[in-house]
């Protein structure tokens, strides 16, 4: 087992303490560094960074990295929900691991969603606002980035919306 433990951290974001979401940071105790690659090579990491080694991925609005000495995730409800995610992470961590020599190692990022295919799929490009955005344009990069997602858009019809989850549904991960 690669990873074992860690000390993990709940906090609001400094830059505006009434955010009703929280935030993580795990410091994990065993380097996890070398099961990067191969991590990202199974779950398809949204974006992976060399130097140092790090691998982000989106999943259902979050956005998770995994470095090699800890664990950063955004916009959780609670802590139990970290507590989930950071399970999930164990599980897959250790599977990769144990089984890394079958597994091709990959540093190359995922195939990201595109902001102006998200706009085309919204009804209004104008941008009327009810979604609390000042352009459908900043709506469609903000849902690229795993922050909103259809159901955020009260102008989007079913079908239109189905499109729409369907495209980001693309470039998500499950736990």
Request: proline share 8%; with cysteine.
């Amino acid at each position: 087992m690669l990873l074992e433990s860690w000390t993990k951290r709940i906090f609001r974001p400094e830059c505006n303490p009434g955010f009703q979401s929280v935030h993580c940071i795990a410091h994990l105790d065993q380097d996890v560094g070398e099961a990067l690659p191969y991590l990202n090579a199974q779950l398809g990491g949204f974006s992976y960074q060399t130097d140092p080694p790090a691998v982000t991925f989106r999943v259902h609005g979050k956005l998770i990295t995994v470095h090699n000495d800890h664990i950063a995730i955004n916009a959780l409800a609670d802590e139990a929900e970290a507590d989930k995610i950071l399970a999930w992470l164990q599980r897959e961590i250790n599977q990769v691991w144990e089984d890394r020599a079958e597994i091709e190692p990959s540093t190359k990022s995922a195939p990201q969603p595109k902001p102006l295919e998200v706009l085309k799929l919204l009804p209004n490009q104008a941008g009327c606002r009810r979604c609390g955005q000042p352009t459908c344009l900043v709506f469609a990069t903000l849902a690229v980035q795993g922050a909103v997602g259809a159901g955020d858009c009260p102008e989007l019809q079913p079908g239109p919306r189905q499109a729409l989850e369907s495209y980001l549904g693309e470039f998500a991960l499950d736990w």
